[in-house]
């Protein structure tokens, strides 16, 4: 079994601000996963329905996979928005992260092929068919909150998570010790009832349809009227569910005082956004304003819809 002092080290070096490493176990809430799926919970995103064997095994991704390093990026900004209409969650205000992770995991993971001879390895950033949370959970980065959030006690649940898979076997980190006990903020604060907590459950279900970061980014074609008023002024995705949760309070929270991001390319050139101009915009005109961020996600003529449902409910609320 390899070292994973030096790797988790590399990978700090990197800045990411969390680092861990677990064994290549099949994920361990798989059958949570199954049953989300199979209770439609995942609205219309049916790649998560396609893709759920390859979640089952990591070794679908990576054959002979033996560990896997879960690594943590805060995106955490100095504030948060202050738009009333068109607010853009923290996560999608500077560089897309997918790029700003694969990057740095590209180096970890050259730096551990040139140090373990013969070590295959494949980096997967939320777009993979992985059960991220699953392995950062066990890695000890976080644990599962009620707002379906991996939550770090010190550092909250502002930051992204990637993995790294590796062919050679690292010395595991235990996994996460926490949980949320009697608070419902959360669950309590989201407007849409998008959180329930099932009798039996210590963890809550999120119900996607009834999300507003599923609305506003997943979603296609465009809202009925009952989607249009759930919206609640939020143009890309939502933080709501996060901003009222405990352990991401600066105020009650010593670590997260000085805990903004230290990453130059999570700045905040998507916070404000004009909402007349991108209710008309050519899907060129989007594609080059929003270019290299996750907004183009929701794809052009998801934001136009957004905007043009914001600018019909203006009123409601500002
Ligand atoms: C699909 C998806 C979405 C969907 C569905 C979200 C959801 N809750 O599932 C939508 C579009 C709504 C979404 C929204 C957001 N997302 Co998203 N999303 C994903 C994606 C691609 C898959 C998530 C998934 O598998 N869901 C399936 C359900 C079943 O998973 P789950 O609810 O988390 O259930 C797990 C636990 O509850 C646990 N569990 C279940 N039962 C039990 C019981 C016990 C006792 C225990 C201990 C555990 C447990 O096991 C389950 C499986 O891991 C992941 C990336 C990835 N490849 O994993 C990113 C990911 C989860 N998203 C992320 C982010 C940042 C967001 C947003 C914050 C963005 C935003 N601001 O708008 C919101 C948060 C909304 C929310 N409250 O979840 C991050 C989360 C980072 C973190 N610290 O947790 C991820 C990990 C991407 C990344 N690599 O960084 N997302």
Redesign the pocket.
């Known amino acids: 079994m390899l070292d994973s002092s030096e790797l988790k080290a590399f990978a700090f070096e990197q800045r990411f601000e969390l680092a861990g490493v677990c064994d290549a176990v099949p ?4 059958s ?2 199954v ?3 199979s209770k439609g ?2 609205a219309g ?1 049916s790649w ?1 329905q396609t893709s759920q064997t390859l ?1 089952s095994d990591p070794n679908c991704l990576l054959e002979g996979v033996r560990s896997i390093l879960a690594v ?1 990026l805060n995106y955490r900004q100095p504030s948060a928005g202050r738009e009333t209409t068109g607010r853009v ?4 205000w500077g560089r897309d ?1 997918h790029k700003v ?1 694969r990057k740095k995991l590209r180096r970890v993971a050259r730096w551990a092929e040139d140090r373990h001879p013969g070590l295959k390895s494949r980096i ?11 392995y ?2 066990l890695a000890g980065l ?4 009620k ?6 006690t010190k550092r909250g ?7 790294l898979l590796l062919s050679q076997r690292f010395e595991p980190d235990l996994p996460a010790i926490g949980g949320c006990g009697k608070c419902t903020l ?1 669950i309590d604060a989201c407007p849409t009832g ?2 329930v907590i099932e009798p039996g ?6 119900n ?1 349809s009834r ?4 609305l ?3 979603h296609r074609g465009e809202f009925s009227t009952e989607q249009e008023q759930m919206l609640n002024g939020w143009l ?4 709501i ?2 901003e009222v949760c405990p352990f991401n309070q600066p105020s009650r929270n010593q670590t997260l005082r000085s805990s903004v991001t230290s990453e130059p390319d999570f700045d905040d050139r998507n916070a404000k956004i004009d909402l007349q101009w991108l209710a008309r915009a050519t899907d060129a005109q989007i594609r080059e304003r929003f270019a290299g961020t996750a907004l183009l996600r929701a794809k052009p003529e998801g934001l136009r819809r957004n905007a043009r449902a914001l600018l019909k409910r203006r009123s409601q609320y500002s």
């Not at 994920?27 to 798989?30: R, S, T």
């Not at 707002?147 to 770090?152: R, V």
């Not at 649940?157 to 993995?163: D, N, R, T, W």
């Open positions: 994920p361990p809430h798989f949570a996963y049953e989300w799926i919970l995942h995103m998560l979640r943590g969650a923290m996560y999608a992260y992770m997967c950033v939320d777009s993979a068919p992985i059960l991220d949370r699953d950062a959970f976080g644990w599962f909150g707002n379906t959030c991996l939550i770090n649940s502002l930051f992204f998570i990637g993995l959360c998008a959180l459950l210590s963890v809550a279900r999120l996607s999300c507003i970061s599923y506003t980014i997943e890309f995705g939502c933080d569910c996060q």
